[in-house]
């Protein structure tokens, strides 16, 4: 039988037979929701393919272990914002058969079992599959030590990533609800003209550390083709190359128009640590350029009240509140987590 070396991702809802109890036209409903409008465009825009689906879970397969990683978290993150379900999701990487259109072996046994320890809404993956990760998206991932996992011959290392709770995400941005409603970003592939591979690849590449980076905010809705264009801002990149020189032209667009625009230049030898410097200076930048509009708009919007109105409206006081605390955070207080 002939083997390929893949990477497999597989989702389970989380509570499902209870929801079939209760309602299961609701329940059935709500599947196809989140496979139509969450889980196939993040596999597809992630390179990956969905194999099969069993009632109320997903096996899907990708390239690469930093695809898989992505679509977790772009799933994980959507879901957090726009859908009361929850997902747990484990990935892991290695051999595969392909028998009529499915995929059986030690990577599907094996994802099984970390999509079964990973906590509700959050992620779990095997240290090969961490092994394979760049340090930006690694340090999303907090090691949960040797794990027994059920029916495997061997204890496994497991990495987690910290569950996207629906109700910590709404608890944690209603008393901001004033400054992040409606705040999102397309994020636009990084383009190149350049025909070398290396340079499509570090143009990928930067494209995913952005994207892990800015999901990291923990407030910040990401999303390829956003269908809101009044209430959303898009960033751009352009990657430019002459020989050994690169150059990462972007701009962050409004519907109205430019609202910043920075170039970063770097050399094809040092491309590795070019990538990581550009990626989190530029998605520190992008998240503290949105925070000052917002909070821009707050003091506008708070300046054109009357004064008797602050005392009384408690909207006006969670404005303020949110306003000053944006105004005092340093560029620091906006990076992701590091792992520890």
């Excluded at 059986?104 to 999509?115: E, I, K, S």
């Excluded at 020189?245 to 609202?259: F, P, Q, Y």
């Excluded at 008797?308 to 006081?317: I, R």
Aim: charged share 25%; with cysteine; glycine share 6%.
């Amino acid at each position: 039988m002939a083997h390929r070396l893949t990477a497999i991702l597989i989702a389970d809802v989380v509570g499902y037979s209870r929801m079939l109890t209760s309602d299961e036209a609701a329940a059935l409903r709500m599947v196809r929701e989140i496979e139509s409008g969450i889980l196939k465009p993040a596999v597809w825009t992630n390179s990956g393919k969905i194999i099969k689906t069993v009632g109320d879970g997903w096996i899907t397969e990708f390239g690469s272990a930093i695809g898989a990683v992505d679509c977790a978290l772009e799933v994980q993150q959507l879901l957090a914002f726009e859908h009361a379900a929850e997902l747990r999701i484990g990935v892991d990487i290695g051999d595969v058969v392909p028998i009529d259109r499915e995929v059986f072996g030690t990577a599907v046994n094996v994802a099984t079992r970390l999509q079964e320890f990973a906590d509700p809404a959050g992620i779990a993956i095997s240290d090969a599959t961490y092994a394979t990760l760049d340090e930006t998206v690694a340090r999303i991932f907090v090691d949960a030590g040797i794990q027994e996992l059920k029916n495997l011959a061997r204890p496994l290392r497991v990495w987690t990533a910290a569950p996207f709770s629906v109700r910590e995400i709404r608890q944690m941005t209603s008393g901001a609800e004033a400054w992040s409603k409606d705040l999102f970003l397309e994020l636009a592939p990084i383009c190149t003209t350049d025909p070398r591979d290396e340079i499509h690849e570090i143009a990928h590449a930067l494209d995913c550390d952005l994207r892990a980076l800015l999901s990291a905010s923990g407030w910040l809705r990401i999303g390829r083709e956003l269908t809101d264009p009044d209430g959303a801002y898009r960033l751009e990149g352009v990657l430019r190359s002459v020989q050994n020189r690169l150059r990462l032209e972007v701009r962050l667009l409004l519907a109205d128009g430019e609202v910043w625009t920075a170039k970063y230049e770097g050399d094809l030898p040092a491309r590795f640590e070019w990538q990581d410097e550009v990626s989190e200076e530029l998605s520190t930048t992008v998240l503290g350029v949105m925070l000052d509009e917002r909070s821009a708009e707050l003091r506008r919007r708070i300046s054109e009240l009357r004064v008797p109105d602050l005392a009384s409206d408690e909207k006006c006081v969670d404005f303020l509140s949110v306003t000053q605390r944006t105004v005092n955070a340093d560029c620091t207080a906006i990076k992701p987590p590091v792992a520890k």
